[in-house]
């Protein structure tokens, strides 16, 4: 059971990063490649470092 409720979190909090990628593309970068895959690359690697930090489970 405690296996669900961390695939659940696992599959939101990649939700909640899509979003944020997708609402910043779609806000600021539109038109604009290179930097957006810039930002976009960023974004991943914060939510990542995020994760690695608060997220883990001994």
Excluded: S
């Excluded at 990649?14 to 930097?35: K, P, Y």
């Excluded at 974004?43 to 883990?56: Q, Y």
């Amino acid at each position: 059971m405690r296996e669900v409720g961390r695939q659940t979190g696992i599959a939101l909090y990649v939700l909640a990063m899509v979003a944020v990628v997708v609402g910043v593309d779609v806000m600021f970068f539109r038109h604009r490649f290179w930097e957006r895959l810039m930002v976009n690359v960023g974004i991943v690697l914060v939510f990542g470092a995020f994760a690695l930090r608060f997220l883990k489970r001994a």
